[in-house]
């Protein structure tokens, strides 16, 4: 079955930098752009980045454009994002998604147009 696993979330101190993993399984991972997506407490679920299946285009949104960079090496089925200069308003749990291959490309990304998700990684940022 599907399955998508982020690992490499932890507590990490403001102007920090930190890489999230994102293992899948059970499909065909290089036919599939995969996204990033966090939610706040209190906060709706937000994407911040998506990556294509060849991973040679990568998408950002404006709030985290120069500090995130995501990343995938399809020969291990994972996808990365490293994030850099953390601030306390990146405090938030980390969800990566599979891209449904049968929905239009939109952006900035919507959560209906991933169909599998992982469990999440929590981020905290704090001094």
């Known amino acids: 079955q599907v399955q998508l696993v982020e690992s490499g979330g932890g507590l990490v101190q403001p102007g920090g930098s930190l890489t999230l993993s994102c293992a899948a399984s059970?499909?065909?991972?290089?036919?599939?752009?995969i996204g990033w997506f966090r939610q706040a407490p209190g906060k709706e679920r937000e994407g911040v980045s998506c990556?294509?299946?060849?991973?040679?285009?990568?998408y950002y949104v404006d709030s985290v454009e120069g500090r995130f960079n995501i990343s995938r090496d399809n020969s291990e089925g994972t996808v990365y994002l490293q994030i850099n200069s953390l601030k306390p308003e990146d405090t938030a749990l980390y969800f990566c998604?599979?891209?449904?291959?049968?929905?239009?490309?939109?952006?900035?990304?919507?959560?209906?147009?991933?169909?599998?998700w992982g469990q999440g990684a929590q981020v905290y940022v704090s001094s």
């Open positions: 998604a599979r891209r449904s291959r049968t929905i239009p490309w939109r952006w900035p990304p919507q959560a209906p147009d991933f169909d599998y």
């Open positions: 059970g499909f065909t991972f290089d036919a599939h752009a």
């Open positions: 990556v294509s299946a060849n991973g040679r285009y990568k």
